[in-house]
């Protein structure tokens, strides 16, 4: 089996050959479409400038069509892996966020509507966690 050359493109992964199939296609109907409609436009208007813009109008369309089918063709290349991540990163990632920008606090005294979104993204546990560490922390550096 042939190996893919993949690129990352505003971040997703694609196949080269994919991304000029799209470009292609891009081309292939954007172009002509815009240049029928310009044709017809002015062949209706006199060659006026609300014509072309006409024509600029469907030519736009034609591109967000022709992403369309480009994105229904050409699937991204990404790689989804579902699963625990590593076991103490949130803590790690919430000691560097203190570290940057001091303690956290208390969940619990966060308005309801902010405690409610904590909950709901599972991150209540792991702030009230960091507050505990912080309490201990603070105890034993005063017990000193």
Known sequence: MQQRRLLEVWG???DGRHLLGAIGLGVGIAVPVYLIAEWGFDRLTGGDALG???ALVIGLAACVIA???????FKPKRVVTIGESANGSRA??????EA???????PDDLPPAALAEVKELGLY?????QHRKNRL????????
């Open 67 to 73: 992403a369309v089918v480009a994105a229904n063709l």
């Open 92 to 97: 790690e990632a919430m000691d560097a966020i």
């Open 125 to 129: 546990d792991d702030l009230a966690a």
């Open 12 to 14: 997703d992964t694609v």
């Open 52 to 54: 072309r813009s006409y």
């Open 100 to 106: 940057e920008l001091g303690p956290l606090g208390d």
């Open 137 to 144: 922390a603070a105890a034993e550096g005063g017990e000193r």
